[in-house]
């Protein structure tokens, strides 16, 4: 009766003071992402795999609920706990990635799994990139050190990161990392010519290696078949492409699309092809408009923090939220070559999943209203 009790006074003083507004868009997302699960799955499971239709589905389930034990504890922690875990996490989570090139399962070519206990292929950077943007905020926030140094201290600090990703290969993820940390830089105050010049000179290293080192040639593959769609290497992108023309503004019905049985990971990789061929575009509009309202209102809460540290740490996360949107939709609808990159919280994968609910935990922590101050 006592810890029940005690469980009691812990949910209502977590539900008291975290945004609702925000908790609903989250559990939403959550709620479409399992369902889109179910319907994207079931016939790839009980045709391809020979398995029970439903496997993706509760696996799926199986995350969700994880990622919501995640997103209660983080959102609950003290502030100063938050931070200390965080830097913990952070390492632990570099580590994992350091074991990738060592330990890490290959698929397709690309080395970015490694097998953790219930996580046949676990992928580290997912639950990195949240704990990342939340060192880089305490390093450009602290008062102890001239400002360049911390600049330059962070860039040291996603150097390895940068490196550990390339030697997968993983640009998709590469790139977000660096634009993530340009973001917060930028809105730290850096001087624009001194941010210009860097990001240009980051950016030639990258395309350096892209271009020049045959380790990623296959970036260059996928660049010259997106600017050459008669290449014949796009079949993915082709066929992503045909399901968002094929369902029309209201889709072809639940159930009836095509997609998700000739492309493979369509479920994780093409989840918005998928979807806009089932649901139709109107979905997809739906769907990215809640995705603006969220962001719209995560950013409102800036204006009634008074801490940096808080501040830069939202709008990191907030800006990897946005550009791993931008980046999945826009490989759907042929704007960008395919990255193999997740939909936030929608598309299936243990990793992915863990690693939104961290994000979410981490905002929802830092926009309670005992620490909106």
Known sequence: ???????????????RNIDKILFSLILIFFILGLFFSLVSTSLVASDRLNTNSYLFFFKHLIFISIGFTIIFFISYLDQNKLLLISKILF???????ILVPIFGTEVKGSKRWI??????????????????????AIILSSEKNNLYFKYLFSFLLIVPIIFLLISQPDIGQTLLIFFSWLALIFVSGINL????????????????LIFFVPKFEYVLIRILSFLNPSSGNNYQSEKAAEAIING????????????????????????VSVISEEFGAVMIFVILLMFLYFLYHLYKKLYQLNDDKKKLIIVGLGFLILLQFLIHVGVNIRMFPTTGMTLPFISYGGSSIIGSSIISGIILNLTKKNNLI
């Not at 009766?1 to 209502?12: A, D, H, P, S």
């Not at 996580?119 to 704990?131: A, N, T």
Request: charged letters at 15%; one cysteine or more; a positive charge.
């Open 1 to 15: 009766m006592k810890n029940i009790n005690v469980f009691k006074y812990l949910y209502f003083n977590w539900w």
């Open 91 to 97: 390492l632990i989570c570099l580590f994992a990635l």
């Open 115 to 136: 097998e953790i206990l219930f996580l046949p292929r676990f992928q580290p950077i997912e639950v990195l990139k949240p704990f990342t943007i939340v060192i880089i």
């Open 193 to 208: 010519l001194l941010f210009f010049l860097f990001s240009g000179f980051v950016l030639s290293i990258i395309f350096y």
């Open 248 to 271: 029309g503004f209201f889709g072809k019905g639940i159930g009836e699309g095509v997609l998700k049985n000739n492309v493979p990971e369509a479920h994780t990789d093409y989840i």
